[in-house]
Structures are given as structure tokens and as C-alpha cells.
């Protein structure tokens, strides 16, 4: 699985937009990129995922570059409850025995904290 | 609330001693995965049932088993505790059916089980 290099913190304003960039220069093309976050001691939820098109979803935007080599997560209006730990997290979509899809590798992530 | 439940929130106890952790997925979820969380290490997986199989190991130690129960509720063993098991351990689950090879279904984790080993 393609490794993924995040910056280890970031600062947003609350109510302007999180830019969250992740680069995984190795990605393959069967690999998807995935978005999760952790509140302080939560546990993890899922963001959103993406293999090459840009994706949105009620919670945030995912652009993935041409070449897939990085991506960038937007929280549109961030607020004071979107601080958290971002992971990007890159892996395929693949089928073990069974159906069941694999386990998820966490790196360190994005420490995000969205200040009044 | 994800829906995925896991007792009990905290647990402390001695080295050496044995403990049991447990987790209820959400209602038709049939993949079962455990992860733990300390300082140093991060968030690591350790194995993953789906149905009631074993389907992936990760780190997990020979100290530590699971398993899966035909209700599809898990239990993770933890024996001969030692210092260093102290962390945060996730149970995740997620539908795990087999479709579309572009299908992507999301693992939902539990609060959590904080286990320190005096």
C-alpha cells in the first residue's frame, strides 16, 4: 500500500475553509485515497474516499490531482468541531475470502484545530 | 453514535493478568476489525473476522487472540498484560459484502475501550 505524507498540524479559523493536503507520490491505480478523522480519544469516522474524480459529500470535498500523486481534503466552513485529526489513508478496494473488505493503515495525520 | 458499541469504556488492571474486551457491531455489519491506540505507536490494526472467520493479522502479539461469535458480536483476549499494553483499543465493523469491486464499505468505530495496566 502507498504511503502517505501529511503535515503534522494545521490552523483554520472557524468559519473559513480547511485545506488539508496529503501526498502519496507511490499511489498505484487501483488505490483509492480515504479521508477519516479523530475527535480527541473518539473513535475514528470516516470523511470521505476517492479514486481519481473530485468527490463531495454533505461533509467535505476531496480533489485528487491529475496524476493522483496528492490530494487535498476542504472542509467548506470549518467550526470548532471539525478540530481533530485528519488521516489520509491510501489502500485498494479489495476483496479478501469471503467479500470482506481489508483493514484500514493509519499514519500520524493532520492535526487540525479550527480556533474562534 | 456510530452504532458499533464496546464494553467497558475503562479498564485497569495489574501486569500479568488477563482481560477480555468486547464488541457489538452495528446491526447487519458482518466484518469485525480491532485496533489499538497508544502514544507511541499510533492507531494499529490488529486482526479482522468477517462472518465469523479469521480474514487479516496485522501487529497483533501472540498475548492477544479474538473472535468472532455467531451473533457476530467479538471479544479480544488480552493475557500476561504487560506495561506496554496500556492503549485504546477500537472495535470497527462494516458490511463486508461482496458487490462491486469499486464498492467502498466504510468502517464505523466504537468509543473505545481504555485499557491501563498498573
Known amino acids: 500500500d502507498a504511503k502517505t505524507t501529511q503535515p503534522p498540524s494545521m490552523d483554520c479559523a472557524e468559519g473559513r475553509a480547511a485545506n488539508l493536503p496529503c501526498n502519496h507520490s507511490?499511489?498505484?491505480?487501483?488505490?483509492?485515497v480515504y479521508w477519516y478523522r479523530q475527535i480527541h480519544s473518539q473513535g475514528p469516522q470516516y470523511i470521505i474516499h476517492g479514486l481519481k474524480n473530485n468527490e463531495t459529500n454533505e461533509m467535505a470535498s476531496l480533489i485528487i490531482t491529475e496524476d493522483r500523486k496528492s490530494s487535498t481534503l476542504i472542509l467548506p466552513h470549518a467550526t470548532l468541531r471539525d478540530t481533530a485529526v485528519y488521516y489520509c489513508?491510501?489502500?485498494?478496494?479489495?476483496?479478501?475470502?469471503?467479500?470482506?473488505?481489508?483493514?484500514?493503515?493509519f499514519g500520524k495525520g493532520t492535526k487540525l484545530s479550527v480556533k474562534p | 453514535d456510530s452504532g458499533v458499541t464496546q464494553t467497558p469504556k475503562h479498564l485497569i488492571t495489574a501486569t500479568g493478568q488477563r482481560v477480555t474486551l468486547r464488541c457489538s457491531p452495528r446491526s447487519g455489519d458482518l466484518s469485525v476489525y480491532w485496533y489499538q491506540q497508544s502514544l507511541d505507536q499510533g492507531l494499529q490494526f490488529l486482526i479482522q473476522y468477517y462472518n465469523g472467520e479469521e480474514r487479516a493479522k496485522g501487529n497483533i502479539l501472540e498475548r492477544f487472540s479474538a473472535q468472532q461469535f455467531p451473533d457476530l458480536h467479538s471479544e479480544l483476549n488480552l493475557s500476561s498484560l504487560e506495561l506496554g499494553d496500556s492503549a485504546l483499543y477500537f472495535c470497527?465493523?462494516?458490511?463486508?459484502?461482496?458487490?462491486?469491486?469499486?464498492?467502498?464499505?466504510?468502517?464505523?468505530f466504537g468509543p473505545g475501550t481504555r485499557l491501563t495496566v498498573l
Open positions: 489513508i491510501v489502500r485498494s478496494i479489495r476483496k479478501v475470502d469471503g467479500g470482506s473488505q481489508g483493514n484500514l493503515i
Open positions: 470497527a465493523s462494516s458490511l463486508g459484502l461482496a458487490g462491486a469491486i469499486s464498492s467502498y464499505n466504510e468502517q464505523f
Open positions: 507511490t499511489i498505484s491505480g487501483n488505490e483509492y
